[in-house]
């Protein structure tokens, strides 16, 4: 990571970052509740691989160094997930993004308790994508994961490593894991996976085994 990221006051997401400007929620955040004090590096990305440093000037920020750009990785990460229960999630969603998965998409398996019906998903999806802009903020990223759903599981998995005891050793070279729901895999999806993995030896939760595999995969390509 590059050191003005990691160093700097607040880190926010724009629209523009060659003409970054704060919205009221920004404004509040920043200089409410971080107290930034005029002189502070801020940092801004569009979430798109585009970042800038700034400076806070009386409760705004000004442009204070060149645009730079973040090539997105060679080998993208793909998480696909059966949906948990509650608010897991925006906890799922908050870590992966945290983590740096390029992308989620979300599945109706076909042991699956919790779907989304086509009224619901778009408010789901939206709230999602405000946990992952509010944790790309955090962790200091410059690009936003796409977030998808709900698809069925049956056009996710033949392109995916399946998670499932028994399976093989998650390796490097994976870039499409599909955690089940917590009733397991079907017969018949499993035959549809690309291959099956595993996680270890205990039993996880979805989100769990979701974050367990993202960051095995993200740390073999770094």
Not at 85 to 94: G, H, I, N, S, Y
Request: proline share 7%.
């Amino acid at each position: 990571m590059n050191p003005t990221l990691r160093r700097a006051g607040a880190h926010v997401l724009v629209d523009d970052v060659a003409l970054p400007a704060l919205d009221d929620a920004a404004v509040h955040h920043l200089f409410r509740v971080l107290r930034i004090g005029d002189g502070e590096t801020i940092t801004v990305t569009d979430g798109a691989g585009y970042w800038r440093s700034c400076r806070a000037r009386a409760g705004a920020i000004e442009p204070d160094g060149d645009v730079a750009f973040v090539p997105r990785r060679e080998a993208p990460i793909t998480v696909a997930v059966a949906i948990p229960k509650q608010d897991r999630p925006e906890w799922l969603v908050q870590k992966l993004t945290e983590l740096g998965v390029d992308s989620v998409v979300f599945c109706h398996a076909e042991r699956s308790v919790v779907r989304w019906d086509a009224d619901r998903a778009d408010k789901h999806l939206a709230k999602l994508r405000t946990v992952a802009e509010a944790a790309l903020q955090q962790s200091r990223g410059v690009w936003l994961p796409e977030i998808h759903g709900p698809r069925p599981a049956r056009d996710v998995l033949p392109g995916a490593a399946a998670a499932e005891p028994g399976g093989r050793p998650l390796a490097v070279t994976d870039r499409v894991v599909a955690i089940g729901p917590e009733g397991g895999w079907s017969p018949t999806e499993l035959e549809l996976a690309a291959a099956t993995v595993t996680l270890g030896d205990t039993v996880l939760r979805v989100e769990t085994a979701a974050v367990a595999a993202a960051a095995r995969l993200v740390a073999g390509r770094a």
